[in-house]
């Protein structure tokens, strides 16, 4: 079987008439909002929706959609200078270019969509730059986000693929593959402490793990699964539940839906942000499966 540009992949207009993409094979299905060059839905064949989105989530240009797989780029957090300019940069802010779809020979669907300077984006970060988002859809999800510096002065970024996963309940779910690193904790004034044994997920949860490299499983006993994440061109995870009481100062999570989700992020988030050199590129990527 040879590559074929075209794969199984229907343009639609989302909720809010947002741009999309379906993406359906015999491996698995998923939605794409190019606002945002955003993964929103990803089921494999034979299972239970992967990632999270909100029921209250916006779908309106201008504001973020919470849930999914969004791209925080080209910083992370507050703007370092400027706490008015979007959090987690712009790039999920914006609408991305359909650059290329194929079928590859595995059977999977291979999704390319770009994003480059604008007006916009300058206003809010003045450098010229070229991000391509590739996203292989099939038993597994990769998404790998290349960042190209195309001007002629150092770029300093930070960026994180922010994937919200669906839990059965939060609450009796627990997480592998962090023990014996360390991490900052948001929540307590930055303090460094050591990941010791398995994390459980049945409290806030704000914490940046460094120097990881390694993947993540997801134990959730309630939907009798694991997801696998796996990551490249990381060495800082995020690993993100706001709980209850943050829950109700968020318009666009609904108070209980925090028992239902988990972020863990392939970031290059504090000394991991990536300086990229005239002509030099990074690319930052994330792999899910479901493993039974």
Not at 271 to 284: I, K, N, Q
Request: a negative charge; hydrophobic letters at 40%.
């Amino acid at each position: 079987m040879t590559s074929s540009e075209h794969p199984a992949m229907q343009p639609l207009s989302g909720k809010g008439g947002l741009p999309m993409l379906e993406v359906a094979n015999e491996q698995a299905k998923a939605l794409i909002s190019l606002y945002g060059g955003q993964v929103l839905s990803w089921v494999p064949r034979g299972e239970e929706e992967v990632l999270f989105v909100s029921e209250r989530s916006h779908f309106t240009a201008g504001q973020p959609i919470r849930g999914g797989v969004p791209v925080c780029w080209p910083w992370f957090g507050p703007h370092a200078a400027d706490p008015g300019k979007p959090m987690h940069g712009f790039a999920r802010l914006m609408t991305w270019q359909l650059t290329s779809s194929v079928t590859l020979p595995s059977g999977a669907s291979r999704i390319e969509l770009m994003l480059t300077e604008s007006p916009e984006t300058l206003a809010l970060w003045p450098h010229p730059f070229r991000l391509v988002l590739r996203m292989e859809v099939g038993s597994h999800l990769r998404i790998a986000l290349t960042m190209e510096n195309t001007g002629e002065e150092p770029l300093a970024t930070t960026s994180a693929l922010h994937s919200y996963f669906r839990l059965g309940e939060a609450a009796h779910v627990h997480i592998t593959g962090l023990d014996d690193t360390f991490y900052i904790d948001t929540l307590q004034q930055d303090l460094h402490t050591l990941q010791r044994g398995k994390l459980q997920v049945n409290q806030e949860i704000n914490r940046i793990y460094l120097d990881t490299a390694g993947l993540c499983m997801i134990h959730d006993p309630l939907l009798e699964r694991q997801i696998m994440v796996k990551k490249e061109g990381s060495r800082s995870t995020v690993v993100w539940n706001p709980w209850s009481e943050r829950s109700r100062s968020m318009a666009d999570l609904g108070p209980e839906e925090y028992q239902h989700m988990v972020c863990i992020e392939a970031c290059n988030v504090r000394h991991d942000g990536r300086t990229l050199a005239p002509s030099a590129s990074h690319t930052l990527a994330t792999e899910f499966a479901v493993i039974h």
